[in-house]
C-alpha cells in the first residue's frame, strides 16, 4: 500500500537557520508530490507540487523540495528560518488513480 | 480567503447532539472533500464527492453523513455525538476527482462536545 512518512513530528530551528522538513514515500506512489503548510488557527494551503520534470520545486515564502526518486525522498528546506514559519507542515502523494495520502504533518517551531 | 466557504466557523454542542456542517466550494470546482483534524489523531480524510456523487471513503464513522448537492455544495452530518468527535473539519475542494490536483482548504469548522 501507499504511504508518505514525515519524519518528526515537531523540529525546531533557530531563527536563521536551514530548515530542513522530511518526507518520504512509498515507492509505488506516482510523481504527484505536494507540500502543504497550516498556520496556526487557518485552514491548510499550498506550499508547492512535484510534477515530472525538474526535480527541484520551489514554493511560496522561500521554501523548495527536492524530488529524489532513488531515496523516495521529498524533502522541504529554507535556508534562513523566520519567525513566520512557525507552523504545521503536510507532505502529500497523489495520484490520477488515487486519492491524496497524507504524511503525520510536522510542527515547526522558531527560536528566537 | 480561498474561495472555500465553511459554516459555522465554531459550534459548540452537547453529547447525544446532531450537527451540520456546511461548506461551499471555490468556483469552478465539483469535488468536494471532508477531513477532520483532532490532536490526538491528527489529518483524517472524510470522504469525496464529486459532482453530486460519492467518490471516496477514508475513516468516516456510521454516525457520520454527507452529501453533495446540485449547487455542488456540501453538509457533513455529525449524530450521536460524542466528547472524541470534538475537533476542526474541514472541507476543501479541486477541479476534479483526480488525486493530482491541488486542493483548496475551507478555514475549518471547530466543534466542541461537551
Known amino acids: 500500500a501507499q504511504s508518505v512518512t514525515q519524519l518528526g513530528s515537531h523540529v525546531s530551528v533557530s531563527e536563521g537557520a536551514l530548515v530542513l522538513l522530511r518526507c518520504n514515500y512509498s515507492?509505488?506512489?506516482?510523481?504527484?508530490l505536494f507540500w502543504y503548510v497550516q498556520y496556526p488557527n487557518q485552514g491548510l494551503q499550498l506550499l508547492l507540487k512535484y510534477t515530472t520534470g525538474a526535480t527541484l520545486v520551489k514554493g511560496i515564502n522561500g521554501f523548495e523540495a527536492e524530488f529524489k526518486k532513488s531515496e523516495t525522498s521529498f524533502h522541504l528546506t529554507k535556508p534562513s528560518a523566520h519567525m513566520s514559519d512557525a507552523a504545521e507542515y503536510f507532505c502529500a502523494a497523489g495520484s490520477s488513480n488515487y486519492q491524496l495520502i497524507w504524511g503525520a504533518g510536522t510542527k515547526l517551531i522558531i527560536k528566537p | 480567503d480561498s474561495g472555500v466557504t465553511q459554516t459555522p466557523k465554531h459550534l459548540i454542542t452537547a453529547t447525544g447532539q446532531r450537527v451540520t456542517l456546511r461548506c461551499s466550494p471555490r468556483?469552478?470546482?465539483?469535488?468536494v472533500y471532508w477531513y477532520q483534524q483532532s490532536l490526538d489523531q491528527g489529518l483524517q480524510f472524510l470522504i469525496q464527492?464529486?459532482?453530486?456523487?460519492?467518490?471516496a471513503k477514508g475513516n468516516i464513522l456510521e454516525r457520520f453523513s454527507a452529501q453533495q448537492f446540485p449547487d455542488l455544495h456540501s453538509e457533513l452530518n455529525l449524530s450521536s455525538l460524542e466528547l472524541g468527535d470534538s475537533a476542526l473539519y474541514f472541507c476543501?475542494?479541486?477541479?476534479?476527482?483526480?488525486?493530482?490536483?491541488?486542493?483548496?482548504f475551507g478555514a475549518g469548522s471547530r466543534l466542541t462536545v461537551l
Open positions: 515507492s509505488s506512489v506516482p510523481p504527484y
Open positions: 468556483s469552478g470546482d465539483l469535488s
Open positions: 476543501a475542494s479541486s477541479v476534479d476527482q483526480s488525486g493530482a490536483n491541488v486542493l483548496t
Open positions: 464527492y464529486y459532482n453530486g456523487e460519492e467518490r
